[in-house]
């Protein structure tokens, strides 16, 4: 048998054999099943199998049945780096025909070749993961296996689990394996995968610096998986806020460590805006620096979007730039903040006005973390989602059928908000990055922000008005200005206001929880970022799905309008 012949298989289809009829597939993509030796891959993909009305195969007895000789053998001949090969090939060809279930080699999935070529299949793979003591009991007798000849049993798992964990955890889903019953194991598997939602990704176009949001419910505890392999280290500094630590950071820290992450620390600043100022972004940078950070470690940004401003903008400046990720816990952060690499911290002057644009490797919206928000949070990051269904158009149509569903904390409306407003942002920051463009581009995503950043410095961002209330108020005052200056029908400012309030927002200067004079929030629009030349600019609209950049609006109309809208 010569070398390269060992592992080829052949052609004849009794590799995947179709179901005869009346036993089509139950499942409609093939099922891979990847864990440690011992982990029960066969036996529960045998009964998995049975369950589906699927094929099942075994890709070591494939493996060794093409190459006709025991893997054993397979090793002592041509080594490791000829069998891996192989195995790919012949996993790769099992997942080409109809849908099965594959239990695979413990090694397997650890290859980077091999692991690609299942996730390219479109195959669902599941982590049987075993603790140390289940495992030993059941290796007992595999002392024939190359990796245990020789070899204490113990040593030899634990240096594999270290090893191959970190990939596993990249498996779509993992289950937990206990002493109980095969059978019982094999109905949790069922349930972990009929019960088990894919992510939807939504990439942001930045060439090589181009990366993925990820929307869907369980994504902390799979977050190791998801981001090892786009860090250059498995280090990692988190982030978040003393609220949301409590209720979120467990389950974070766990998803990180089970793909042998490692945290170096934990940092938890104060919520509220009062956390974005230079004094705590020291304190920040000196936490980071004394826990050990160097320029391959990651910087995890767990919370709103306060915290991912301040983490990004730490990131961003420690050691000139270290890796980043966005992992947003409120509606607001994932519709809007954790999408397109502005960060910063706010001056006396105004919000955001020192910062830096540095994009995230990747962006984690697990949505159910919007369960645990209180009401009035919700409806903040609502504002978000509606001032996105204006620029958009279709989307405020949306809004208007289902923006109480949102504010109401339904599932399905929350998780539609999120993808449809993270699509819209994604789009427009792939096309202008760092909002250069003359007119239009990234300043759209502005909409209402002139006035809902002057209104929220004024209030000294004490915790009085939230961002989102005052991209409301913003909203309304959008729809007017552009109403006065003949921009758009009388209809929208009434339109906007109504939705706005209907889902329980302040709608207009006069519902906020203090007052403000014309003077001052003109001075706070003077600083706005995006004035030109000294001219304010400002986001208008001629209708939902029609907004447009414009410095052509005359002070005493803006003054005007703030005065009639009950500034003093």
Same mark, same amino acid.
């Given at each position: 048998m010569?070398?390269?012949?060992?592992?080829?298989?052949?052609?004849?289809?009794h590799l995947n054999p179709v179901p005869p009829p009346g036993q089509l597939p139950a499942a409609a993509r093939s099922i891979v099943l990847v864990g440690m030796p011992g982990a029960g891959k066969t036996a529960i993909g045998k009964r998995l199998a049975a369950r589906l009305g699927l094929p099942f195969r075994d890709a070591d007895a494939e493996i060794e049945s093409a190459a006709g000789?025991?893997?054993?053998?397979?090793?002592?001949?041509?080594?490791?780096?000829?069998?891996?090969?192989g195995e790919r090939r012949v996993i790769t060809r099992l997942l080409a025909g109809p849908p099965l279930v594959l239990a695979t080699g413990g090694g397997a999935f650890a290859d980077a070749a091999t692991r690609a070529a299942?996730?390219?299949?479109? !195959?669902?793979?599941?982590? +049987?993961?075993? =603790?140390?003591?289940?495992? &030993?009991?059941?290796? *007992?007798?595999?002392?024939?296996?190359?990796?245990?000849?020789?070899?204490?049993?113990?040593?030899?798992?634990?240096?594999?689990?270290?090893?191959?964990?970190?990939?596993?955890?990249?498996?779509?889903?993992?289950?937990?394996?206990?002493?109980?019953?095969?059978?019982a194991t094999t109905r949790r598997v069922q349930d972990a995968l009929a019960t088990a939602v894919a992510p939807q990704r939504l990439p942001v176009g930045l060439g090589d610096r181009g990366y993925e949001v990820l929307v869907g419910p369980g994504l902390l505890a799979r977050a190791g998986g998801l981001v090892a392999g786009l860090l250059p280290s498995r280090k990692v500094v988190?982030?978040?806020?003393?609220?949301?630590?409590?209720?979120?950071?467990? !389950?974070?820290?766990?998803? +990180?460590?089970? =793909?042998?992450?490692?945290? &170096?620390?934990?940092? *938890?600043?104060?919520?509220?805006?009062?956390?974005?100022?230079f004094a705590r972004l020291s304190d920040v940078l000196e936490a980071m620096l004394s826990a050990g950070l160097d320029r391959r470690t990651a910087v995890v940004a767990l919370g709103g979007g306060v915290v991912g401003d301040?983490?990004?903008?730490?990131?961003?400046?420690?050691?000139?730039?270290?890796?980043f990720v966005q992992v947003p816990t409120t509606l607001l952060a994932q519709v809007d903040s954790s999408v397109g690499g502005k960060t910063g911290v706010n001056l006396k002057a105004g919000k955001n006005l020192a910062g830096a644009f540095h994009q995230p490797r990747i962006v984690l919206a697990d949505t159910d973390t919007l369960a645990t928000l209180p009401p009035r949070e919700l409806r903040a990051g609502y504002a978000e989602v509606a001032k996105h269904g204006l620029l958009q158009g279709p989307l405020w149509e949306w809004c208007e059928a289902h923006g109480a569903a949102v504010v109401a904390g339904d599932t399905a409306a929350l998780t539609h908000a999120v993808i449809e407003s993270c699509r819209l942002k994604a789009a427009v920051v792939a096309a202008d990055e760092r909002e250069e463009s003359a007119e239009g581009g990234r300043a759209l995503l502005n909409l209402g922000h002139t006035f809902g950043h002057a209104l929220e410095a004024e209030a000294g961002f004490d915790g009085s008005v939230l961002h989102g209330e005052a991209v409301a108020v913003g909203l309304g005052l959008a729809a007017a200005l552009s109403a006065r200056l003949g921009q758009c029908s009388q209809e929208w400012p009434s339109r906007v206001v109504s939705h706005l309030a209907a889902c329980g927002l302040p709608a207009r200067i006069a519902d906020l929880p203090r007052r403000f004079t014309v003077d001052a929030l003109l001075g706070r629009m003077a600083k706005d970022k995006k004035n030109r030349d000294g001219t304010m600019r400002f986001v208008l609209m001629r209708g939902a799905g029609d907004c447009f950049t414009s410095g052509d609006v005359p002070r005493e109309a803006v003054a005007a309008l703030l005065r009639d809208e009950g500034a003093g």
């Open positions: 010569s070398r390269n012949s060992a592992l080829d298989l052949p052609e004849e289809d000789m025991p893997i054993t053998e397979i090793f002592a001949r041509y080594g490791e780096p000829h069998f891996r090969d299942i996730k390219a299949s479109g !195959a669902a793979t599941l982590w +049987l993961r075993c =603790a140390m003591p289940t495992l &030993l009991r059941r290796v *007992a007798g595999r002392e024939h296996r190359p990796m245990f000849l020789n070899a204490d049993p113990a040593e030899v798992l634990a240096r594999l689990m270290a090893a191959r964990h970190p990939f596993y955890a990249e498996a779509d889903v993992t289950v937990t394996c206990t002493d109980e019953s095969p059978e988190v982030i978040t806020d003393s609220a949301v630590g409590p209720l979120h950071l467990p !389950a974070l820290r766990d998803g +990180l460590e089970a =793909a042998g992450l490692s945290v &170096l620390t934990e940092i *938890a600043v104060p919520p509220g805006e009062g956390s974005k100022d301040l983490a990004g903008f730490a990131a961003a400046i420690a050691m000139r730039g270290v890796p």
